[in-house]
């Protein structure tokens, strides 16, 4: 029977697999909050011992950040760079194993998850809770994004796995190590999760220390030896990043939004029609323990100004799940009455429009990446022979660039930015990739010229008149500009 209900579940695991890779073939590029983690496996793929070569030590960014998540998905990706080496293919097919390796890691995560809940709650739930994951486009878009948040949402889902399961010592040495390392702000979230099973008398305080004393100790042992190491200082990355955005509220420097944005904005845009079916979820009682923490820790979280929808973005499938709990209440009374039969098309409708939504949504970050085409059409308009010195400014590097794109070894790749246009240096270059900013061509148009313009997202155009009504307008955004042969 076991067997059976594996091999009945394996097409919701495909489908969790194929929409994240989907996701990731066709927004192959990142943008700069991605960077580090993306250019350190680089580095520590290419460059591997000679540390003096990392990128981080010219743009170390403006906290440091930790080693040890590219390091284990340069570890996981190393067979497949060494085939492509083999083959000579280009570093860019890396840079998307790289990025499958990470989504594959949340994908699994989700899984075992959904294991769990098809144990407490049974098979509906749980295929709703795929199916719900599957379609709503925030959470597969981000599941391959090598972000802090990223890298720590496989083992925040594995350790509120081991909650629900009542594994406390996997849930406190997960806790422990996913805190100290990645993201510190996960002591609120966790924490009050913790805070319920000492109050329920689950967890006694001699068997949390039992467990959280040595998880806490090796972590930070591990993180500091490491980054000490790639750092070449004395360095705790994320209480670094604890000191900067939380006691010197330095993120606030990024843009500040009101208390409720989680909840009026993120969520909604997050969870989409799936919204609606979280109220009738709870319901249930064994729900509203599960949300209590989530919601607790949104609205502490709420109190820091700067904020940004990745930040809560470990608390999305715990909304699903409340969400496919409630949608199980209406489709296991379908044959009650017409009401349960309207409202089971309904539970299947918002799947459509989540997945309408996230192919629309796609579609618009496809052309949100000017920057990472800039560099394949460079590629692609010269030949490798070609004696090619280019200069990447900060809107191009921001918007997709990076050590992966830089497919020709005897090409000179160069991101400085300290120079001005008016800068002599620049004619030196033999390629300028820049944003396609007309007062900043004219101050070239004496040395260099457009090659090539790279359309990028504008807006989105509304007609009513015309089909399709809703359409998504492109605009130049960068160019790639040429340097004038002497006549």
């Known amino acids: 029977m076991a067997e059976k209900k594996n091999v009945l579940g394996l097409p919701l695991l495909f489908l969790l697999i194929t929409v994240a890779l989907l996701h990731l073939l066709i927004c192959p590029f990142t943008k700069v909050e991605e960077s580090f983690n993306l250019q350190a496996a680089h580095d520590i793929l290419y460059h591997r ?16 950040r930790t080693f040890l998540g590219p390091l284990v998905l340069s570890v996981l990706c190393s067979p497949v760079v060494f085939l492509s080496s083999l083959l000579d293919a280009p570093k860019f097919y890396t840079q998307l194993t790289v990025r499958a390796s990470l989504g594959v890691c949340v994908v699994a995560a989700l899984w075992h998850m959904q294991k769990e809940v098809r144990r ?130 330095q993120s606030s420097n990024w843009g500040t939004v009101p208390f409720l944005w989680y909840f009026y904005s993120a969520l909604p845009r997050a969870l989409g029609c799936t919204l609606p079916f979280v109220p009738l979820g709870l319901l249930d009682r064994r729900m509203r323990l599960l949300l209590l923490p989530t919601v607790g820790f949104i609205l502490t979280y709420s109190l820091l100004p700067h904020k940004e929808l990745r930040f809560i973005i470990y608390t999305f499938p ?61 590629h692609g308009l010269l030949p490798v022979t070609a004696d090619v010195c280019v ?30 246009l008016k800068n002599p240096h620049m004619e030196t270059y033999t390629h300028l990739l820049m944003e396609a900013n007309v007062t900043k061509m004219k101050v070239l148009q004496g040395t260099h010229q457009p090659l090539a313009f790279i359309a990028g997202y504008s807006n989105i155009a509304v007609n009513m008149f015309h089909m399709p009504p809703v359409s998504v307008q492109l605009a130049r955004k960068a160019v790639l500009m040429e340097r004038k042969t002497p006549t």
């Not at 040595?214 to 705790?236: C, E, M, N, Q």
């Not at 715990?318 to 296991?332: E, H, K, M, N, Q």
């Open 49 to 64: 011992t000679n540390v003096d070569k990392y990128d981080h030590h010219e743009f170390p960014g403006v906290v440091p």
């Open 120 to 249: 407490q709650f049974g098979s509906t739930v749980a295929r709703l809770f795929c199916l719900t994951c599957a379609s709503q486009f925030h959470l597969m878009f981000y599941s391959t994004r090598t972000l802090p948040n990223t890298f720590a949402l496989p083992l925040v889902l594995v350790a509120f796995t081991s909650w629900m399961a009542q594994k406390y010592g996997r849930f406190v040495s997960l806790s422990a190590f996913v805190i100290i390392v990645f993201r510190s702000e996960l002591c609120i979230f966790l924490g009050l999760m913790l805070v319920i099973s000492l109050l329920s008398r689950k967890l006694g305080l001699l068997q949390l220390l039992y467990y959280a004393v040595p998880a806490g100790v090796l972590s930070l042992t591990l993180t500091v030896a490491i980054d000490t190491l790639f750092w070449r200082k004395l360095l705790w990355p994320e209480g670094q990043v604890l000191w900067y955005n939380t006691i010197l509220n």
């Open 318 to 378: 715990v909304f699903t799940l409340v969400a496919a709990r409630g949608c199980s209440f209406i489709l296991c009374n379908y044959q009650k009455s017409w009401m349960y039969k309207l409202g089971s098309a309904v539970v299947f409708g918002q799947l459509f429009i989540n997945a309408a939504y996230s192919t629309f949504s796609l579609y618009v970050s496809h052309h949100n990446y000017p920057g990472g085409r800039g560099m394949l059409e460079l």
């Open 391 to 420: 200069h990447i400014d900060t809107y191009t590097a921001e918007t997709g660039v990076s050590r992966f794109l830089e497919q020709n070894k005897n090409w000179r790749y160069d991101k400085r930015e300290d120079l001005s």
